[in-house]
């Protein structure tokens, strides 16, 4: 690999007006439907292609105003084989660009920048596409400057380039399709089949034998050749004969008459899960095939393939496969994906998010290089791994543990009258200890909306707020940091479990206590208490340091419940010692009560409705 697409900038396109995004070897787009993802092919279609199917509609406009031209700035670099840019092309590369069109950028290193402007002829009532060298790769500017896309350039020159061959692959894809046009990939594979005389004659020879054997071997095909050798006489031109030819006759004609079949039939009888995923095959074949005469004639080659929605029709199983297939496709990819199975198998880096917010398009990704290995790791555990759909998520809620994670679905599905897969909300639980950063960081570059539901403890608060001055990059000092509307926690210092138990839920947890400890009756978990109450809780670490060890100082701890706070405090605590039992059973008692709900669950769930309940949410 010398050479990569870096990145894309689109101007007045259908829905993308103002965008820039910047790409991997292999690329994952992600996000709601009507987002853009599809469009942003588009647009690479436009700028690296000989293509211009264009219509008035692919004009972006608003109510407030009418784009009148299309731009698109494309920016390729030169690596080399770790993925660093380098200095320069390599010879072959740029004896295809040429002296003309290679541009320098403030560092020194080369790079191939141009401009594609699309323009309605008005006399003609068609459309015009030119393309111009860009001399210097800039910032990527909005409105105070005057934006990016007011620059003109004047040296206008063509930009496509065989070496840089773009492949589309649309959704409806179809193996059948390939089969009958000449023009598909299929049909390029077939018709570039090649033998030397000798074979070729032999082969053809075996074909007649073959054809001669079929016809003398069937009663009726005999006879219909016999009736139609009636032919020269009508004609009265007895010097032609009348062939039958069952199988192709020629070589050349061999593309006209193939079939492929699975499991023993036809491609005819396979759904479209199958056939889809061939034509995706058919196309890996036919770039491996240029990249193999590429390679034996020493020329450049270096296609980009955009791939939407690979997925298509797939069962799931069929879908994990698919990426490593997707990834071994010689050249650069580019993937609009729906499939969390596809996205959760890509690395962080190298996913986009396409995100709709009012008029504006965000494209979100995530800079692992922001991160520690040991928070990579955990979003790969507990976000990518299990949860690939948070890619696509409307909402995500964070909370402290299982409980909350548990709990939360149904008491959603109670205040909405919907369940979080309808209104496109996803709970994650982080496993306690106040670690969220890196969750809010893959929520905020990933221009995703989210909520905390926290446990009140002063010092899960405290890290909250150092959580936020890092992720905002703030100067104010962490006690002077205040927590955003987007974060909600338990008064009291309470968790979960202590915030239901004051706040109205007394009865469903001691009914829930009853049933996982198998008591009848609600005197048997009061005697229990009972029993345990001045017990030893084990050491727990004090404040005070140890003079000679330099060591925090541990005391024996005794359980105290006493009174209506020690009874809570009991309850909660048989809770704790039986949390992989419980969280199902107090969420059905809940979600089944006709209380309402506690106050900060509410507050939590009246804030998420503004997203949810968006004109654009609404479109998604």
């Known amino acids: 690999m010398a050479i990569q697409l870096k990145q894309l900038r689109v101007h007045g396109f259908r829905g993308l007006d103002n965008l820039e995004v910047d790409f991997e070897p292999i690329t994952v787009l992600v996000g709601t439907n009507n987002a853009g993802k599809t ?208 199988f192709t006759k020629k070589i050349r004609d061999l593309n006209k008459g193939v079939k492929i079949n699975y499991s023993q039939f036809s491609m005819e009888y396979h759904g479209m899960g199958t056939r889809s995923w061939s034509s995706l095959l058919i196309l890996k074949a036919f770039i491996l095939q240029n990249m193999k005469l590429a390679i034996q004639n020493q020329v450049a080659y270096y296609p980009i393939i955009a791939i939407e929605e690979p997925e298509s029709h797939l069962h799931p199983n069929a879908q994990k496969k698919l990426y490593s297939q997707i990834n071994d496709i010689v050249g ?93 909300v996803d709970v994650v639980g982080i496993d306690g200890g106040g670690n969220y950063y890196p969750f809010i960081y893959f929520a905020k570059k990933l221009n995703l909306k989210w909520y905390i539901l926290s446990d009140g403890e002063l010092s899960i608060i405290k890290k909250l707020k150092k959580d936020l001055k890092k992720l905002t990059e703030s100067h104010l000092n962490v006690d002077e940091i205040v927590l955003p509307q987007n974060i909600v926690y338990f008064d009291n210092e309470d968790n979960f479990e202590s915030y239901i138990i004051r706040n109205g839920f007394l009865e469903e947890v001691e009914n829930c206590l009853k049933t996982i400890l198998n008591f009848d009756n609600l005197d048997k978990l009061n005697e229990l208490i009972s029993n345990r109450n001045g017990t030893s809780r084990g050491r727990v670490k004090t404040d005070q340091i140890c003079g000679t060890c330099n060591q925090h100082i541990f005391e024996e701890s005794l359980r105290d419940y006493d009174g209506d706070d020690g009874y809570f405090r009991a309850l909660n605590d048989l809770l704790s010692q039986n949390k992989t039992k419980y969280s199902c059973i107090l969420s059905e008692l809940i979600y089944n009560s006709e209380k309402p709900l506690p106050p900060k669950i509410v507050e939590l769930f009246e804030k998420m409705s503004l997203i949810l309940d968006s004109p654009e949410n609404e479109a998604n």
């Open 39 to 246: 469009t942003l092919l588009k647009s690479l279609q436009l700028g690296l292609s000989n293509t211009l199917q264009i219509t008035d509609d692919d004009f972006h406009f608003t109510d407030a105003l009418i784009r009148d031209k299309i731009i698109i700035d494309i920016l390729f670099i030169s690596i080399d084989e770790e993925g660093n840019q380098k200095a320069e092309f390599e010879d072959k590369w740029a004896t295809v660009f040429t002296v003309d069109r290679i541009s320098i950028d403030s560092e020194g290193n080369q790079l191939l920048a141009f401009r594609t402007v699309i323009e309605e002829n008005l006399i003609r009532k068609t459309y015009k596409k030119k393309q111009f060298v860009i001399d210097e790769w800039g910032e990527f500017y909005k409105e105070e400057d005057g934006y990016w896309y007011s620059k003109t350039y004047e040296q206008e020159l063509s930009f496509y380039f065989d070496e840089i061959p773009f492949f589309y692959l649309d959704a409806n894809r179809d193996i059948l399709d390939d089969l009958k046009n000449k023009t598909s990939f299929l049909g390029k594979i077939l018709s570039s089949i090649t033998y030397n005389q000798g074979d070729k004659e032999l082969i053809e020879n075996l074909i007649k034998d073959l054809n001669k054997e079929t016809i003398e071997r069937s009663e009726i095909l005999t006879n219909l050749h016999s009736t139609l050798e009636e032919l020269d006489t009508a004609m009265d031109n007895p010097n032609n004969t009348v062939d039958i030819t069952p």
């Open 332 to 424: 650069q990819k580019i993937v609009a994906t729906h499939s969390s199975y596809i996205a959760g198998s890509a690395k962080l880096k190298d996913v986009r998010s396409i995100i709709k917010s009012e008029s504006e398009t965000k494209i979100g990704k995530i800079i692992e290089n922001d991160l520690t290995h040991e928070e990579i790791r955990k979003i790969y555990r507990q976000v990518i791994n299990t949860r690939g759909e948070l890619y696509f998520s409307k909402v995500l809620i964070l909370c402290e543990g299982e409980t909350e994670e548990q709990a939360l679905p149904l008491l959603i599905k109670k205040f909405f009258r919907k369940s979080t897969i309808e209104l496109g």
